[in-house]
T-cell receptor, first 113, second 119 residues
Framework: DQQVKQNSPSLSVQEGRISILNCDYT??????FLWYKKYPAEGPTFLIS?????DKNEDGRFTVFLNKSAKHLSLHIVPSQPGDSAVYFC????????????FGTGTRLTIIP | DTGVSQNPRHKITKRGQNVTFRCDPI?????LYWYRQTLGQGPEFLTY????????KSRLLSDRFSAERPKGSFSTLEIQRTEQGDSAMYLC?????????????????FGAGSRLTVL
């Protein structure tokens, strides 16, 4: 049962343009959502999170939007830079913030110079 | 602080052999997690500890798998009688629970992983 889904395995975006990565979830009990970025031969690194009581959180070039009614979130990166090329994972955690994270399958983002 | 450290980084073994991976978390973190990642998939939860107590185990963790965190610091993940299906990246992560951190997402800090290849 895939509770967190990333339906686009890959995405290519021109440098300087906006990158939009999407994530859908099925479990309405999730209360926090996180985005991680992974380079080859490294572990995932935390990017940005959002609480289920918010609909937007921004940190520099990264903004996460949450649509609870649609059970959908997205990560916007603007402007996109070559160093943003990586695999991006969406993750969610349950009612107690200390619970484990459930990850999506990832989207490989390639920024074209 | 050097972050989360995992050893060995790569392990190649023959089917039926036992392997052990070690994880050293961030020193002030009291929660430690093990995940497994296979090609084209996201990290899948295996188990987690708070201090030395193992609080949850996934059904993915068959009886050939055992994890320990004897003194609430480093952890080991042992796989007995390895099978080809065990080939994966094993990721360790740690986080801080409680101790004044009352709100916010449970941000896990991951190590670089230990890649297992079973021949």
């Amino acid at each position: 049962d895939q509770q967190v889904k990333q339906n686009s395995p890959s995405l290519s975006v021109q440098e300087g343009r906006i990158s939009i990565l999407n994530c859908d979830y099925t479990n309405s009990m999730f209360d926090y959502f996180l985005w991680y970025k992974k380079y080859p031969a490294e572990g995932p690194t935390f990017l940005i999170s959002i609480s289920s009581i918010k609909d937007k959180n921004e940190d520099g070039r990264f903004t996460v939007f949450l649509n609870k009614s649609a059970k959908h979130l997205s990560l916007h990166i603007v402007p996109s830079q070559p160093g943003d090329s990586a695999v991006y994972f969406c993750a969610a955690s349950g009612l107690r913030r200390n619970e484990k994270l459930t990850f999506g399958t990832g989207t490989r983002l390639t920024i074209i110079p | 602080d050097t972050g989360v450290s995992q050893n060995p980084r790569h392990k190649i073994t023959k089917r039926g052999q036992n392997v052990t991976f070690r994880c050293d978390p961030i020193s002030e973190h009291n929660r430690l997690y093990w995940y497994r990642q296979t090609l084209g998939q996201g990290p899948e939860f295996l188990t987690y500890f708070q201090n030395e107590a193992q609080l949850e185990k996934s059904r993915l963790l068959s009886d050939r798998f055992s994890a320990e965190r004897p003194k609430g610091s480093f952890s080991t993940l042992e796989i007995q009688r390895t099978e080809q299906g065990d080939s994966a990246m094993y990721l360790c992560a740690s986080s801080l629970y409680g101790r004044g951190k009352l709100s916010g997402a449970n941000v896990l800090t991951f190590g670089a992983g230990s890649r297992l290849t079973v021949l």
